[in-house]
């Protein structure tokens, strides 16, 4: 779907379920008042109303928002969904939006082309019909507007990106395509990318990504993207490291049905930091971050590490393998290792797919957040406020360390479990785990399993990957800029 300032056949009017008020253009108002109490149409988020024009005056598209009062960015977002929804249904392919003024202010604009275009998504994997269905084509607003629409656009493709990499079929984005892919999407926006192959990771230690990788026909790859908005500083402010499983059977402990055949969202982590950068690239950002993303699919055949293995990480510490499903923690330790050691970032945040145990609990409402420093910890929480996409503060302590303790090794990947069954495969154990290599670094774990991807509708995305994490981390990033987030 394309924004522009072309004369459509459509207008589209909001109301707000409460006041009954018709936001708009003036012009539109009374006929559109008229036609909802002869209608008695209520304006409640997921209702429209579709009223026919005459020579004077365009066919009215009224998009019901909701409960006035409630959260304006997420109502917005909502309304551009609920949009885009009637628009396929009427087999509408334009319409003009009211201005930014008329919607109260540029925020609320913002918010309902972003929902739009976000709601507008479908990936496209191969059908003979690639999108099925109506499609519409443009929204239509005011040239004094276009910034906002920029804006969204902006944000919106990123996001979106994020998405259709999840999506993907494994077979289709292997940790070399998915690389591949990478690069060709950050290097238009100025950011510097290199990607190391198997024999550059054999030279230089990654003991742990190679484990879980070894057993796949599609090698393991890590992808080094850095963007400099301060080159005149040498430091570097954050790096973003995201688990990239491109598959996840399980290794040699199999997942079962029906979670197995989800699998290709295991580098859900790897979309949103690589998203962030992107974003952040985009609009110039004055920070100096670099995005590590250790790749690999994690199979089986006689190569596969096996439950007992003990490996050497790139940190030096040796690795107990318990459980071969417990992989994700493997290749982020390399990452945050690689992260630290070359880049000596000022924060790390790592994020990944790690749990199904932090779906449990907090399922698909809240990421979970265990932080080594309580200022990171606010943060990220603020930022996921403004992002509208929250984090739950985990509990991290050093009476915890028993879950990955090992008595053959320095470390556990799935150590301890209690008399009910409960720990080595806990959030709690796949946090307690890496923090070991975070090597006294202010650092974050971000575990997205049970937000990376929406079994129901929401107001950014339908059913299926959410990008969550994307713009999260970019508002982080701006609050770093302005010195929030320390």
């Not at 509208?388 to 302590?397: A, D, V, Y």
């Amino acid at each position: 779907m394309m924004v522009s300032h072309e004369t459509p056949s459509t207008t589209a009017l909001f109301a707000a379920r409460g006041s009954g008020e018709i936001i708009g253009a003036d012009p539109q108002r009374p006929r559109a008042s008229a036609a909802i109490r002869s209608a008695d149409f209520a304006p409640d988020q997921g209702r429209w109303l579709d009223i026919v024009g005459d020579d004077a005056l365009p066919r009215l598209l009224v998009v019901g928002t909701g409960a006035e009062g409630t959260d304006t960015t997420e109502r917005w977002l909502a309304a551009g969904g609920h949009l885009v929804d009637a628009m396929r249904t009427l087999r509408i392919a334009s319409v003009r939006l009211p201005g930014c003024d008329d919607l109260g202010g540029p925020d609320a604009l913002q918010s309902l082309l972003t929902g739009a275009l976000l709601h507008s998504y479908r990936l496209e994997q191969g059908r003979s019909d690639a999108v099925p269905g109506f499609q519409p084509e443009r929204l239509v607003i005011n040239s004094a507007d276009m910034v906002h629409a920029e804006e969204a656009q902006r944000v919106s493709e990123a996001i979106n990106r994020a998405r259709a990499w999840v999506e993907q079929p494994a077979n289709l984005l292997t940790p070399a395509v998915f690389a591949d892919e990478a690069a060709s999407a950050l290097e238009r926006h100025g950011v510097s990318v290199r990607v190391l192959g198997p024999a550059e990771l054999e030279e230089l230690g990654t003991g742990a990504l190679l484990a879980v990788g070894r057993s796949s026909e599609h090698e393991p790859r890590m992808v080094i993207a850095e963007w400099r908005g301060d080159p005149a500083r040498e430091g570097w402010d954050a790096a973003f490291v995201g688990k990239g499983l491109t598959f996840d059977a399980g290794g040699l402990n199999i997942k079962t049905r029906p979670i197995i055949e989800k699998m290709k969202f295991d580098m859900g982590g790897a979309a949103s930091v690589l998203g962030a950068i992107e974003l952040a690239a985009s609009r110039k950002a004055r920070t100096n971050i670099v995005v590590i993303v250790p790749m690999a699919e994690n199979v089986i055949d006689g190569r596969s590490a096996r439950p007992g293995d003990v490996v050497r990480s790139l940190a030096g510490l040796t690795v107990e393998i318990v459980n071969t499903d417990a992989e994700g923690r493997l290749v982020l330790a390399d990452g945050i290792t690689y992260a630290i050691e070359n880049y000596a970032p000022a924060y790390v945040v790592d994020i990944a797919t790690l749990t199904g145990m932090i779906a449990g609990v907090l399922h698909e409402e809240f990421a979970g957040l265990y932080a080594s420093d309580a200022g990171l910890a606010n943060a990220l929480m603020r930022a996921g406020e403004v992002a509208g996409e929250p984090l739950w503060r985990m509990p991290l302590s050093a009476s915890q360390d028993y879950l990955v303790d090992s008595a053959v090794a320095d470390v556990s990947n799935f150590g301890a479990v209690g008399f009910l069954g409960v720990g080595g495969g806990s959030s709690t154990a796949g946090a307690k785990f890496l923090e070991r290599f975070a090597h006294g670094t202010k650092w974050a774990h971000i575990d997205i399993a049970g937000t990376a991807w929406a079994t129901r509708r929401t107001a950014r995305s339908g059913p299926g990957a959410t990008g969550f994490g994307v713009f999260l981390l970019d508002r982080w990033l701006a609050g770093l800029e302005s010195g929030l987030g320390d």
